[in-house]
């Protein structure tokens, strides 16, 4: 059993993690930080973002404006203290990534160039072609790289967070490539471990994504903000669910039904293709379900028409887009509409932390997907995660080695608490027993989730599903990890990711079914209206004693009072 | 083990001919050039002492390779020659950054001038033998 | 819908076989989703790579039928099978292949050499100033480097590579790509303190444009043309240092 001690510990290489790393080597020079990954770090979620990263830089734009679009944009979940913080800190954000070497693409006059974007009323999304997140992942990767005291640990899987005297005591993890016990000891910890799409079977989000993060931090007793939300991207890929930007709409594509008519007048008719993502996913679940749908072998879908942009525009601004839609559907962007369907997107729900990014155990910090700050509230913006991951890495790196900085020592390792952790990945799982596989139980999980806690969601569906998970909960202590070769042991990886995933559901579930309103991603045919006199505050949920127990906060308020969100 | 992974170059499939497969025959080629240095030295060894013997081990030297025989081995020699040759100035030019794009095209040309210098010096010798 | 063979190569440096796998496929089922069915339904133990499955991460690359390529951008239909046995197409799958990879298990091999070179070659911007505001650059000179900031880091370039097949201590086509980038890119001041560490006979030197890297990158960035660029650029380097020219240091 090897520890590995560092002054911050991030778990998680995406791009808050990675820019957590960086912000908090810029801090002090001197601390020593150890990044944790289940990935090779290039390989995070991450790099699969595509539009682009908002910001306010140019005349005409306002950090008021870019506050009030998001503010608007959540269904006024959002809190706007963390709001008015994140829209001031972006525009450096974009000029950091430019001095590190990001290949922003430019405007005639060489300046970074913006377009617009879903939601917001000016075209402020910050991008590098349609690779925005790519680009964005190796700037910062090569940029930590710059920096000495940074100690790489990839593709160990984290197991478990210890908290011994209601602080931080351990990270314990799996080296994936020798099959050991690894246990990370440091006087902060940062979680930056993304969302958790891979709850749904269409989704635009990578294999990886099983929100390990916001387990550990459940199971450690640690408090989830507003996890029922989840966002359905408006265009995804049929059928692989490969993510079609909103930079597409953005450029001027339009959507199409049945009858070739740009259905979105029927819903927003001001802002159309571009008003946000929940409105839009909406909006072609609604068309599907009166019947001007296409149908498919893979389902039904709706068509994303580039043809009128033309080829030069399509290979310039959205480059990747028209490789993969000829790659995975031999369709060229320029000639032939592209099918697309909502696919889960984005959890806007997270880790509950502060404004500073510090979550209530003192020295656990979070950033990014995994975090709930709450900068989205009910309904994230396009090209605002990205900006979230960079301003809110950076702030909640500089507050962690804050933290750092005034801690003395490492609390001595919890030996029994490490035992017990060694036991229930190590032991438990290879006991031979009943014949379920992991792939069943995940794909029996991912169907309840898309058919009942999809885009409409009621009581009824909502009851069912939670019987569902819990069933599953039951059943999967019938699965058993078979395969005994510790190196590089998938099984067990899915084994535990697939317990991850059975947790976080129930988590979602439950603040689905309490949260009687619709408000931003979560839209209820029950209570179709948004109740703000009952139901304007942020869902926590604390597991305790093995059950998962709901208390809500209020909403922050500072400038801008709800009104009603006519796009 | 660097002998044994250069078994890689040849498990690699899909090589085109003027890239993978180029690079194999251009050390192929260029082993056997060295094998006949060395052949080479040993024959002209042969007129080591030569002033005293009156050059006789040389002359039958000549003899032995004056014949059909050593006159095609020669032609091929002079294949192996022009192809590493040829391929040989195509990679020096192209590693000066040109004409890497068209690797493909500029491949074949050089070809086609080593083998019309092949033709020419086989028509040379060939004739040559043929009047002697 | 047909059925069709893997042939994986399982097990690991101390004992290893290759493993038929029958499963079913569509006109546009990916290696990568074979992958996966046969680790979901058949085999659980399967090892391998994989994550984004939009060829935009690089967890994936595998050599399919002796060929490097990343599996989740790869269509059955669009390859051709290896052999055809009993009315079947076999397709072989098999880890990245070379030196430069240490082989861990079944389709896994181990990436840290891999990014060790890419680290060395100082892969990121260097300014010798820190001004204020945007660096402006002009899209004619974005273009200029742009496609080499695609590189997914996938290992492709260097699976195929007879140089890196062979010879583990060669940069290797991905990091003198990465190498290259920074030196096109007009905001960057580091351009010597690169070409100090290509300029090496382990460095871009080693390459002798057999070209196959271009031929295997899956997001056609060319690294050939970009390694021969970089021998422009270093032989340069190394003259003017022999013979003191200012541009040398």
């Known amino acids: 059993m090897n520890v590995h001690k560092a002054d911050l510990i991030i778990l998680g290489a995406g791009l808050a993690g990675l820019r957590a790393a960086i912000s908090a080597k810029e801090t002090d020079k001197n601390l020593t930080i150890a990044v944790v990954s289940k990935l090779y770090f290039l390989r995070s979620h991450s790099v699969s973002a595509e539009g682009g990263t908002a910001a306010v830089l140019y005349e005409g734009d306002s950090y008021d404006l870019h506050a009030y679009d998001t503010i608007k944009g959540s269904d006024y979940l959002a809190d706007q203290d963390a709001v008015e913080r994140f829209v001031r800190t972006m525009p450096n954000e974009i000029l950091y990534l430019d001095h590190w070497g990001m290949p922003w693409s430019r405007r005639e006059d060489g300046k970074i160039a913006q377009r617009p974007f879903g939601g917001h009323s000016f075209p402020r999304a910050t991008y590098a072609a349609d690779r925005t997140g790519f680009h964005a992942m190796h700037t910062l990767y090569e940029r930590l790289l710059t920096y000495d005291g940074v100690e790489k640990f990839q593709e160990y899987f984290a197991t478990s967070i210890i908290i011994d005297n209601g602080r931080f005591n351990a990270l314990t993890a799996i080296n994936m490539k020798t099959g050991e016990y690894e246990i990370f000891q440091g006087k902060g910890l940062l979680i930056a471990t993304g969302g958790l799409g891979r709850l749904y079977p269409f989704t635009t989000y990578s294999h990886t994504v099983t929100g390990d993060g916001a387990a550990m931090a459940l199971r450690a007793g640690m408090p989830l903000e507003d996890m029922e939300f989840v966002q359905f991207h408006p265009t995804g890929l049929v059928p692989s669910g490969i993510l079609i930007t909103e930079g597409a709409r953005g450029e001027g594509g339009y959507l199409i039904n049945k009858d070739g008519e740009r259905f979105m007048q029927r819903y927003a008719p001001q802002k159309m293709e571009l008003a946000p993502r929940d409105v839009v996913s909406r909006s072609i679940m609604w068309e599907i379900q009166a019947g001007r749908g296409f149908e498919g072998p893979w389902g039904p879908y709706v068509l994303l028409d580039l043809r009128h942009l033309g080829d030069e525009k399509i290979k310039e601004r959205l480059p990747a887009i028209r490789d993969l839609a000829i790659k995975f559907n031999g369709i060229d962007p320029a000639k032939e509409p592209i099918p697309v369907r909502p696919a889960a997107h984005y959890t806007m729900g997270g880790i509950q932390v502060d404004i500073d990014g510090m979550s209530p155990i003192p020295g656990i910090f979070a950033a990014g997907e995994a975090a709930c700050v709450s900068i989205h509230g009910a309904n994230r913006l396009g090209s605002n995660s990205t900006a979230e991951c960079l301003a809110y890495g950076d702030i909640t790196g500089v507050s962690a080695a804050k933290y750092v900085q005034k801690v003395s020592n490492i609390p001595e390792l919890n030996m029994q608490k490490v035992k017990e952790e060694e036991n229930r990945i190590f032991k438990e799982p290879f006991k031979e027993r009943g014949s379920e596989s992991v792939a069943s139980l995940r794909k029996e999980l991912q169907n309840t989730m898309q058919e009942k806690v999809g885009i409409f969601r009621n009581e009824k569906d909502l009851t069912d599903a939670l019987q569902k998970v819990k069933e599953l909960q039951k059943r999967f202590e019938n699965v058993y990890v078979e395969d005994k070769n510790m190196f590089y042991n998938m099984n067990l990886i899915t084994y535990l990711e697939l317990s991850n995933l059975l947790e976080v559901a129930e988590v979602v579930i439950l603040g689905a079914i309490a949260r009687k309103e619709s408000r931003g991603a979560h839209y209820r045919t029950d209570y179709p209206k948004r109740d703000d006199v009952n139901w304007m505050k942020h869902t926590i949920a604390i597991k305790r004693d093995g059950k998962i127990e709901l208390s809500y906060i209020p909403v922050r308020v500072t400038k801008w009072q709800p009104e009603e969100r006519k796009y | 083990m660097p002998l044994k992974d250069s078994l890689y170059w040849i498990k690699l499939k899909g090589k085109h001919l003027s890239d993978g497969i180029a690079f194999l025959f251009h050390r192929l080629t260029g082993l056997v050039i060295l094998l006949y240095l060395y052949i080479h030295f040993a024959a002209l060894s042969q007129l080591i002492g030569a002033q005293s013997t009156g050059g006789s081990n040389f002359k039958n030297f000549l003899k032995t390779v004056e014949s059909p025989p050593f006159v095609a081995l020669d032609i091929l020699l002079f294949l192996v020659i022009f192809y590493h040759g040829a391929n040989g100035i195509r990679l020096v030019i192209n590693e000066f950054g040109i004409g890497t794009k068209k690797r493909q095209l500029f491949f074949w040309i050089m070809m086609a001038l080593g083998i019309i210098g092949w033709i020419l010096l086989s028509y040379v010798v060939v004739n040559a033998f043929l009047h002697s | ?249």
Not at chain 3, 55 to 73: D, I, K, L, Y
Not at chain 3, 199 to 209: A, I, L, M
């Open chain 3, 1 to 249: 819908m047909e059925n069709i063979i893997l042939r994986i190569k399982r097990g690991d440096p101390s004992h290893w076989e290759y493993k038929d796998y029958e499963i079913p496929i569509e006109k546009d089922t990916t290696v990568l989703d074979g992958l996966f069915y046969v680790r979901d339904n058949i085999d659980h133990s399967l090892s391998f790579r994989a994550s984004c499955r939009m060829e935009v991460c690089g967890s994936c690359a595998m050599m399919v039928n002796n060929f490097p390529r990343t599996t989740c951008s790869t269509l059955f239909s669009k390859i051709e099978p290896a052999k055809i046995e009993n009315g079947k197409k076999v397709f072989i799958i098999e880890p990245l292949q070379g030196a430069a990879f240490k082989w861990i298990r079944d389709l896994v091999v181990d990436f840290d050499e891999f990014f060790k070179k890419h680290e060395s070659v100082k892969p990121y911007l260097i300014r010798k100033d820190n001004p204020e505001g945007q660096l402006l650059q002009s899209p004619k000179e974005l273009k200029k480097y742009y496609i080499l900031t695609l590189c997914i880091k996938c290992g492709a370039c260097t699976a195929a590579c007879p140089i890196s097949n062979s010879d583990p201590n060669y940069l290797g086509p991905a990091a003198l790509t990465a190498a290259y980038r920074f030196n096109a890119d007009s905001r960057d001041q580091g351009k010597n303190l690169r070409l100090a560490i290509v300029s090496d006979p382990e460095g871009c030197w080693r390459c002798h444009f057999s070209s196959e890297c271009s031929n295997a990158c899956p997001k056609e960035i060319d690294p050939a043309t970009a390694i021969q660029k970089l021998k422009v650029q270093s032989a340069a380097y190394e003259l003017k240092k022999i013979f003191h020219i200012k541009g040398g240091e």
